[in-house]
């Protein structure tokens, strides 16, 4: 009897989870996309890289070089959001530069297993970064996102900027739940910056109208759903 009532209470929360997604899908589906989600200009570069990403005939050392450099171009990006306060320095020529210095610490979340490719890109910007991660899953039977696992920095609240990382953004669902979960660690949402390759038109609108003052840096967005294939390449598993 205990086991059927909470099967019962789980089904009626899977329902109304994947009903508020479905709600908030038509809320947003033919919104113009947030002046918040800042796309990479898509020089010949970008697109030539792109191409050689999404080609399922690129071999793995080829696309791991430049998976690394794209999400690289994504980090410095997500830096441009980043406070800076004036600085005035004197070079070794005895020149006096006026310059700009971080206004505060910056750290990362990475949102397991696939945020950790872009773990290379982020050492390569911010050799020092302070990172956490979380590990959210998706319910196969109810299709609801769930938390198992999370380590952040103790400070995290103190941080000016906190980048959250995740290649592929689909539903929005487990980015949600992410930043959920840093407002709720005292992060103010304003400094969140999601960082992401590929994201759904949908998704990200999700997430942007529930978190409208967040940022969000992405290579390519994408009308359908897509499945989850970055870190299937990336890790050759």
């Given at each position: 009897m205990v086991v059927k009532h909470v099967q019962r209470v789980l089904q009626e929360k899977s329902k109304k989870h994947q009903e508020d997604l479905q709600k908030l899908g038509k809320q947003v589906a033919d919104e113009p996309l947030s002046s918040n989600?800042?796309?990479?200009?898509?020089?010949?570069?970008?697109?030539?890289?792109?191409?050689?990403?999404?080609?399922?005939?690129?071999?793995?050392?080829?696309?791991?070089?430049?998976?690394?450099?794209?999400?690289?171009?994504?980090?410095?990006?997500?830096?441009?959001?980043?406070?800076?306060?004036?600085?005035?320095?004197?070079?070794?020529?005895?020149?006096t530069y006026d310059g700009l210095k971080p206004a505060g610490e910056v750290s990362a979340v990475v949102i397991l297993r696939a945020g950790?490719?872009?773990?290379?890109?982020?050492?390569?910007?911010?050799?020092?970064?302070?990172?956490?991660?979380?590990?959210?899953?998706?319910?196969?039977?109810?299709?609801?996102?769930?938390?198992?696992?999370?380590?952040?920095?103790?400070?995290?609240?103190?941080?000016?900027?906190?980048?959250?990382?995740?290649?592929q953004m689909s539903s929005g669902g487990a980015a949600l739940m992410a930043v959920k979960v840093l407002v709720d660690h005292g992060v103010p949402e304003e400094n969140i910056v999601f960082v992401t390759y590929v994201a759904g038109k949908l998704g990200v609108s999700r997430l942007l109208k529930v978190f409208p003052k967040m940022k969000v840096v992405v290579c390519t967005i994408v009308e359908d759903l897509q499945e989850r294939w970055i870190e299937k390449r990336y890790f050759r598993c």
């Open positions: 989600i800042l796309l990479l200009k898509q020089t010949k570069q970008i697109v030539g890289m792109s191409t050689i990403i999404q080609d399922p005939m690129t071999d793995e050392v080829e696309f791991l070089f430049y998976f690394d450099r794209l999400s690289t171009l994504l980090v410095e990006k997500a830096m441009d959001n980043v406070h800076f306060n004036a600085a005035t320095i004197q070079t070794p020529q005895e020149y950790s490719c872009f773990e290379t890109a982020l050492k390569r910007v911010i050799p020092d970064c302070k990172t956490g991660r979380v590990l959210i899953q998706t319910n196969f039977r109810s299709g609801e996102p769930e938390l198992h696992y999370q380590k952040l920095p103790t400070d995290i609240s103190s941080h000016d900027s906190v980048l959250l990382l995740d290649p």
